[in-house]
């Protein structure tokens, strides 16, 4: 079975209106709030996935281990990440929204160094391009990592 996490409630319901299955997908109201827990247990998930969503959240030492919590050990957790957000597209962002949401980017090392820290065994990284709009190129990466077996001595 999936499981979604989506604080926005148009948002899950047009997963549903493109044809999710309500039998197969269980869409859970909420979000990634800063320094508190995510909605699942320890270890409850064989893989992690969260795409699109690391750009509208400031990475902190919590943010991985987290993620890292909420897998199995021997489980995966996989992630897209911004690597380049353009100056007037973040005012855009922060301009419409109340309370205002920050469009994040970081670089690979620093996205490496937080997933170090968070305890996981990197596995690979592709470096894809997101999309343009006018003459910027949005620049994505995708990390792939394993919760080792064991917890890091």
């Known amino acids: 079975s999936v499981i979604g996490l989506e604080p926005s409630e148009g948002m ?4 549903f209106e493109k044809g999710f299955s309500a039998s197969r997908f269980n869409m859970v109201a909420g979000g990634y709030q800063p320094n508190k827990p995510l909605p699942f247990d320890d270890a409850h998930f064989d893989i992690f996935m969260s795409c699109g969503v690391l750009e509208w959240i400031e ?11 909420v897998v199995k050990p021997g489980g995966h957790l996989a992630f897209s ?42 596995l690979s990284h592709e470096r894809t391009v997101g999309f343009r709009h006018g003459a910027r190129e949005f620049l994505y990466g995708l990390i792939v990592v394993q919760k080792p077996l064991k917890p890091h001595p």
């Open 12 to 15: 899950r319901a047009l997963c």
């Open 59 to 69: 990475f902190t030492p919590h943010v991985f281990s987290e993620f890292m919590r």
């Open 81 to 122: 990440y911004r690597t380049h957000a353009a100056r007037d597209d973040h005012e855009k962002h922060v301009a419409c929204v109340n309370p205002p949401l920050y469009v994040h980017s970081y670089s690979p090392s620093a996205v490496r160094s937080f997933l170090k820290n968070a305890g996981s065994e990197f």
